[in-house]
Nanobody
Framework: VQLQASGGGLVQAGGSLRLSCAASGRTFSNYDMGWFRQAPGKELEFGAA????????YYAESVKGRFTISRDNAKNTVYLQMNDLKPEDTAVYYC??????????????????WGQGTLVTVSS
């Protein structure tokens, strides 16, 4: 499956952005989807995940209550709505997909396919 992330940009603290990740090539509904991010000089970290059925969602503590992950299987797209953005949210955001069944939704190594990343910059 090929993943194309979009929607990043420059926003002031307290603002909102919605990231999109469009998938092509395989049956989208067969994949768990995740959003990860990497800030300058830091390691890749988990942000949010949504399982293939769409009923189960998971969030990192740092984004819980501010970010919402969702998916539209008819459009082969997963979204990350980001509200109340903070300067520490500045990072390149990557979407990822996996076919394996695992409870470890937060581990990058469990994901098989990755998008190219989209930059989110939050100014103070």
């Amino acid at each position: 499956v090929q993943l194309q992330a979009s929607g990043g940009g420059l926003v002031q603290a307290g603002g909102s952005l919605r990231l999109s990740c469009a998938a092509s090539g395989r049956t989208f509904s067969n994949y768990d989807m995740g959003w990860f991010r990497q800030a300058p000089g830091k390691e890749l970290e988990f942000g949010a995940a949504i399982y293939r059925g769409g009923g189960n969602t998971y969030y990192a503590e740092s984004v819980k209550g501010r970010f919402t992950i969702s998916r539209d299987n008819a459009k082969n797209t997963v979204y990350l709505q980001m509200n109340d953005l903070k300067p520490e949210d500045t990072a390149v955001y990557y979407c990822a997909a996996r076919t394996r069944y695992s409870d470890n939704y937060y581990r990058p190594s469990d994901y098989d396919y990755w998008g190219q990343g989209t930059l989110v910059t939050v100014s103070s």
